[in-house]
């Protein structure tokens, strides 16, 4: 029966795989939604826009266009603040997807050993059967051999 002496290591290796993954795939879902974000404000900001270029085209009243002005002006410090946001989540899911890969490749170090043992073994354990089958033909040779000789012998 073939045992793998590292097998505890591979399935912890498994395991953190899976844990890596799951948070790589969390930090991706993250990065999405603040690009979500990100996209909502770019939206509003056009919207703002457009209705601060009509309210300049029409009656100028000087506390509308103030107002405008003031709340674009946080409107475009929201977006420049959720695109630093962006950044930092994109940062940390290119660092989970780097702890992914290197988790990938030391698991795959494990199968590839796993493998290469039950390999051996199996060459081990046919060179077994051979060598049991050679030695019961060499006695079953033998025993006929033994078997002719005395009938000679009687004869």
Wanted: net charge positive; no cysteine; hydrophobic share 30%.
């Amino acid at each position: 029966m073939f045992i793998f002496r590292l097998q505890k290591a591979l399935d912890h290796r498994e395991e953190e795989e899976d844990r890596l993954r799951k948070e790589f795939l969390l930090k991706k879902n993250r990065l999405d939604q603040e690009k979500e974000v990100l996209n909502e404000i770019i939206q509003l900001i056009d919207v703002i826009i457009h209705k601060f270029n009509s309210i300049r085209m029409g009656n100028l009243n000087p506390v509308s266009l103030k107002n405008y002005e003031s709340y674009l002006k946080k409107i475009k410090n929201d977006k420049t603040v959720q695109e630093g946001i962006i950044r930092e989540w994109h940062r940390l899911t290119e660092q989970a997807k780097d702890n992914l890969i290197e988790a990938r490749k030391e698991k795959k170090i494990l199968e590839k050993l796993k493998q290469k043992k039950l390999d051996i073994y199996k060459l081990e354990k046919l060179k077994e059967e051979q060598k049991f089958i050679d030695e019961l033909s060499n006695s079953m040779y033998n025993n006929r051999r033994n078997s002719y000789e005395e009938r000679e012998k009687r004869s």
